[in-house]
């Protein structure tokens, strides 16, 4: 079994900052995709960004410019650099891996999430 714990949520203000972490535990012999998603109350869950086990990023185009997304394989960790923060962004965020087992068998996985509130 994975666990994915996330990290680093709070509230900021309008323009400002957050640094979201989550890290995989458990009996892991390959991440490939890790994710991060985003629902708002009352709104479907979204996309924010992806990035490939060899590192390539994609984002969504409301988050373009502004998200960075990296990962560091040694750690299991995934990481979301957000910054000119709208309210538009508040969300609980959620990550999500697809996780190899040794038999090369791939699990799809997600954290519990963190809440992000941009506010004035």
């Known amino acids: 079994q994975v666990q994915l714990v996330e990290s680093g949520g709070g509230l900021v203000q309008p323009g400002g900052s957050l640094r979201l972490s989550c890290a995989a535990s458990?009996?892991?012999?390959?991440?490939?995709?890790m994710a991060w998603y985003r629902q708002a109350p009352g709104k479907e869950r979204e996309l924010v960004a992806t990035?490939?086990?060899?590192?390539?990023?994609n984002y969504a185009d409301s988050v373009k410019g502004r998200f960075t997304i990296s990962r560091d394989n040694a750690r299991n960790t995934v990481y979301l650099s957000m910054n000119s923060l709208e309210p538009e962004d508040t969300a609980v965020y959620y990550c999500?891996?697809?996780?190899?087992?040794?038999?090369?068998?791939?699990?799809?996985?997600w954290g519990q999430g963190t809440q992000v509130t941009v506010s004035s």
């Open positions: 999500n891996a697809k996780v190899r087992d040794s038999s090369w068998y791939t699990s799809n996985y």
């Open positions: 458990g009996i892991i012999f390959r991440i490939d995709t």
């Open positions: 990035i490939s086990n060899g590192g390539s990023p």
